[in-house]
C-alpha cells in the first residue's frame, strides 16, 4: 500500500482517539492535578479550540507552501504538544501542551485530504477516501475503549497510542522536501488572525459564561466574514454562504455537532463519580454511539442513494433529538445503553446524507473549499460543544442534575438540526 496514504489513514485515527480517549480520562485528571471534575472538562476546549482556530489557516498555507510540508510539520507539533502533555505537572500547562497538540493536528487535518488525492492514482481516490473514513469512525470506536483501559493504569498513559501512531506517520510521509511556495498568490494573514481570534472569543466565552466576550466575539466573526469577502485569496471563502442550500446545510452540520461532543466528557464524569464505573466500564458504554456510527453510517449511505438524502437526513436528526431527551430523564437513575446506542444510529443517518448534499450544492470547482468548510463546521461545533458543557455543569450544585440539563440542552440543538433538515425536504419538494 502507497506509504503517503498509510501515513494520511494513520494520522486520521489520531484526533477522533485523542479526544474521546481524554474525555474517558477526565475525572482521574482532575484528582492527579488537583482540577475539579467539571474544570477537567477545559482540557478538551483546549485541544479542539485550537483545531478550530487554525485548521482552515493552515489548509490555506498548505496550498501555498505544500501539502507535504505542513503535514509533516503538523504531525511533528502534535508530537511535541502530547508528549509535554504526558508530561504536565499541573492542569494549565495540561490545556497549554494540548492546545500546541491541536495545532498540530489543525496543520495536519487541513492538509491530509489534499494530500491524500496527490498519493493516489485518480481511479482509486474514492476507496481511499473510504479507507481514510474507517480510520476516522475506528478511532472514535477505540478511544473510549482503549483509553479507559490505559487511564486504569495512568491517565498519562492515553497518549502513548496517539503518539506511535504519530510518529509512525511522520516516518511514512518520508523525509523532508524542499519549500514550494505558488506563485502570484500572497497569505491572508489578516483574515487568519481575525478567524482565529473571533472563535476564541467565541468558544472561550461561552464557557466562561460571560455575554461580554461571546458577544465581542460574534461582532468578530461578521467583521471577519465581511473582510475575507473582500479579499483576493481569502482563508475563509465566504462567497459559497451567498447560496441558502449550502449555508442551511452547514449550519445543520454545526449543529448536529454542537449537540454531540460534549456527550462523552459529561457521561464519563458522570458514570464515573456517580455510579461508580471504572474508566474501562465506562469507556464500553461510551463507545456504543461509536459502534453505532460505524454499523450505521454504510447503511445511511445506501438509503440515501435510493431515497431523499434530505429526507434521511432529517429522520436522523429527529432519532438523535428523542434518544437525546430520552436520556436526559434516563440518565438520572440508568446508564440506558440502549439510548447510546441510538444516539450513534441518529448521528449517522444525519451526516452522511447531510454531508453528500452540502459536497452536491457547490459546483464541482469548489468541492475542496466546501469540504474544508465542513470540517471547520465539526471542530467548531465540538470546541463550543464542550465549553457549553463546562458552563452548564458548573451551575448546578450536583453533577447529575447539571448533566440533565445539559442533555436537554443537546437534545434542543438536535431538534433545531431536525427541524432545519425537515424544513429542507419541504422547500425542495414544493
Known amino acids: 500500500m502507497n506509504r503517503v496514504l498509510v501515513s494520511v489513514v494513520l494520522s486520521s485515527f489520531v484526533t477522533p482517539f485523542s479526544t474521546s480517549a481524554l474525555g474517558v480520562s477526565l ?41 507535504v510540508v505542513v503535514f509533516r510539520m503538523g504531525l511533528l507539533l502534535a508530537v511535541a504538544g502530547f508528549v509535554l502533555a504526558s508530561l504536565s505537572p499541573s492542569f494549565l500547562l495540561l490545556c497549554g501542551a494540548l492546545a500546541v497538540g491541536g495545532v498540530g493536528l489543525a496543520a ?38 482503549l483509553g479507559g483501559f490505559l487511564a486504569q493504569v495512568s491517565w498519562r498513559a492515553v497518549f502513548l497510542p496517539a503518539l506511535a501512531l504519530l510518529l509512525a506517520s511522520v516516518v511514512l510521509a518520508g523525509g523532508p522536501s524542499p519549500r514550494q511556495v505558488r506563485g502570484g498568490e500572497s497569505y491572508d494573514w489578516v483574515g487568519a488572525a481575525l478567524l482565529a481570534l473571533s472563535l476564541a472569543l467565541v468558544v472561550l466565552g ?32 465566504v462567497g459559497l454562504f451567498r447560496g441558502f442550500v449550502f449555508s442551511a446545510l ?29 474508566p474501562q466500564d465506562a469507556g464500553v458504554l461510551l463507545a456504543l454511539q461509536a459502534l453505532a456510527m460505524a454499523i450505521s453510517a454504510p447503511l445511511a449511505g445506501r438509503l440515501s442513494d435510493k431515497t431523499s438524502p434530505s429526507a434521511v437526513s432529517a429522520g436522523g436528526a429527529a432519532l438523535l433529538a428523542a434518544s437525546l431527551f430520552a436520556y436526559s430523564h434516563a440518565a438520572l437513575s440508568s446508564p440506558s445503553p440502549h439510548l447510546l ?59 447529575p442534575s447539571g448533566v440533565s440539563a445539559l442533555l436537554l440542552l443537546l437534545s434542543a440543538a438536535a431538534v433545531a438540526t431536525a427541524v432545519l433538515s425537515a424544513a429542507r425536504y419541504i422547500a425542495m419538494r414544493l
Not at 466546501?370 to 465549553?387: D, I, K, M, P, W
Open 341 to 399: 446506542f441510538l444516539m450513534g444510529v441518529g448521528f449517522a443517518f444525519f451526516i452522511v446524507p447531510n454531508t453528500t448534499l452540502i459536497l452536491l450544492s457547490v459546483p464541482p470547482a469548489r468541492r475542496g473549499t466546501a469540504s474544508a468548510l465542513v470540517a471547520e463546521a465539526r471542530v467548531v461545533g465540538q470546541s463550543l460543544s464542550n465549553a457549553v458543557a463546562v458552563n452548564v455543569l458548573k451551575s448546578y450544585s450536583s453533577l
Open 27 to 67: 475525572p482521574l485528571v482532575a484528582r492527579d492535578l488537583g482540577a475539579t471534575s467539571v474544570d477537567s472538562v477545559e482540557a478538551l476546549v483546549a485541544l479542539t479550540l485550537a483545531v478550530a482556530m487554525f485548521v482552515l489557516p493552515l489548509g490555506r498555507a498548505a496550498d501555498l507552501l505544500g501539502h
Open 206 to 237: 461561552v464557557s466562561a459564561a460571560s455575554p461580554f466576550f461571546t458577544g465581542l466575539g460574534l461582532v468578530a466573526l461578521v467583521f471577519t466574514g465581511l473582510y475575507e469577502s473582500r479579499q483576493r485569496s481569502p482563508v475563509v471563502d
Open 108 to 145: 495536519v487535518f487541513g492538509s491530509n485530504n489534499a494530500l491524500l488525492f496527490q498519493a493516489v492514482a485518480p481511479d482509486r481516490r474514492a476507496s481511499a477516501v473510504g479507507i481514510n473514513s474507517m480510520s476516522v469512525y475506528l478511532g472514535l470506536l477505540t478511544g473510549p475503549f
Open 250 to 278: 452547514l449550519i445543520a452540520a454545526f449543529l448536529n455537532y454542537l449537540s454531540t461532543a460534549a456527550l462523552t466528557p459529561a457521561l464519563s464524569l458522570l458514570f464515573q463519580e456517580e455510579y461508580g464505573m471504572t
